[in-house]
């Protein structure tokens, strides 16, 4: 329907003057360019045309099928673009393996918060914009040989921000992780706690804490992997607080931002200031992982860190 009322809008503007050639008799030829005969031409009318982005870093024009087929990484520079949850749990499990726990939790608009828009609102655009409920996405799943209990963080919806969903989504992950003796993997993104929860928002933060103090009690380990970027309320709980913490290179990492720091402290921040190399210098990260390698990376860590369990069960 669009597609027709555009085509009938832009003959109308493209011929203001009469055609010195003879108009097309079918409007459609004059705006898909029609197949050139020959041997290629069959799959060249199977990729759209116009399906192409910038790299940032590089400034490279990638297509969009390469650039999924990559994991949203650039193939010239390396540049991580954001990627979706789903998309990234596909990158991570094996196939079939993943079973999404509390897949229907959604936010109460408990404050009745209004602003320049509701909170309502808010989370009814961002759930038509992006198909999911809430910023997270949890679940058991098999990397590697290893099950574990997975949570991933979607920064499209609502900034990865952290909300009761996103704070009881993840407890309840670890406590059934800790429940079914699972190392628990968190893939944090986010701008930090929501404010159109307001103390909710913040009291998630003592309560995936507690949850995974109680998890590390059991002697089971808890991988953090901060993504770009990650901020505030998620990186002062759960993010930082990974038996090991992975990053993705040239992830932005931090509490308060570089310019609310500046402000602050009134002094020049330091090159690279809140980068993942940065933090790796400075002993915060582990690790810094591509995207590309984090899949084989995590069963690498997996099968070291539940080597000792594994002989425990054995011995028993
Ligand atoms: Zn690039």
Redesign the pocket.
């Known amino acids: 329907m669009s597609t027709t009322s555009f085509l009938k809008k832009a003959s109308v503007a493209d011929s203001p003057e009469p055609a010195v050639t003879p108009p097309p008799s079918n409007h459609e030829t004059s705006f898909v360019k029609k197949p050139k005969l020959g041997s290629n031409s069959t799959r060249k009318r199977d990729i759209p045309e116009g399906l192409w982005t910038k790299?940032p870093?590089?400034?490279?024009m990638?297509y969009d099928k390469d650039l999924d087929d990559n994991l949203k990484v650039?193939p010239?520079?390396?540049?991580h673009f954001p990627i979706g949850s789903r998309e990234r749990i596909h990158s991570l499990v094996e196939t079939c393996s993943f079973e999404e726990i509390d897949a229907d939790l959604t936010s109460l608009d408990v404050l009745k918060f209004t602003g320049v828009a509701t909170y309502a609102s808010k989370l009814e655009s961002n759930a038509k914009k992006t198909g999911l409920k809430d910023a997270v996405i949890t679940g058991i799943g098999t990397i590697g040989k290893q099950r574990v209990a997975l949570g991933v963080m979607d920064f499209s919806f609502l900034g990865g921000s952290m909300g009761s969903v996103v704070g009881e989504k993840l407890t309840r992950l670890i406590e059934a992780g800790t429940d079914h003796g699972l190392p628990v993997i968190v893939f944090s993104t986010s701008g930090g706690a929501r404010m159109y929860e307001g103390m909710f928002s913040l009291m998630q933060m003592a309560k995936t804490s507690a949850a995974l103090a109680y998890h590390a009690k059991q002697k089971l380990p808890y991988i953090s992997v901060l993504t770009n970027p990650t901020y505030a309320g998620v990186m002062a709980s759960y993010a930082s607080l990974g038996d090991l913490i992975l990053a993705e290179p040239m992830a932005l990492i931090g509490f308060a931002g570089p310019r609310v720091i500046k402000d602050t402290t009134q002094a020049e921040l330091p090159p690279g200031f809140q980068t993942a190399e940065f933090l790796l210098d400075h002993g915060l990260i582990d690790a810094i992982v591509s995207r590309n390698e984090m899949k084989d990376r995590l069963a690498y860590y997996l099968e070291f860190l539940t080597s000792g369990q594994k002989q425990m069960a054995a011995l028993a």
């Open positions: 790299c870093k590089c400034e490279a990638i650039c010239k520079c390396t540049h």
